[in-house]
């Protein structure tokens, strides 16, 4: 099963405001090696054309997994109340 067809049975409530702020001009400096990219299991971080970090936290699982990736430029919240993912089994 693909990970599209996995998180197809999940449940998003999408925030107008993004729970997932990443400092690009630190990111650049810093990290050569962009784990974020890596350890994500829905893949909301992929690579720009200039090198910037792109954050699609319209998906985001809440694991979490991010934030012992990078603990330098990275900033996760989770979402306000009410928003967020809905997990559904089956």
């Known amino acids: 099963m693909s990970i599209d067809a996995k998180l197809a049975l999940d449940a998003f409530k999408i925030d107008e405001e993004s729970h997932i702020q990443i400092d690009q001009t630190r990111c650049k400096e810093r990290c050569q090696t ?3 990219l890596y350890v994500c299991p829905a893949q909301v971080y992929t690579l720009g054309q200039e090198g910037e970090i792109l954050i699609r936290y319209e998906g985001c699982l809440e694991c979490g997994a991010c934030t012992i990736a990078c603990d330098t430029t990275l900033a996760w919240n989770y979402p ?3 928003f967020g993912v ?3 089994f089956g």
């Open 34 to 36: 962009r784990y974020c």
């Open 80 to 82: 306000r109340g009410g």
């Open 86 to 88: 809905q997990y559904r």
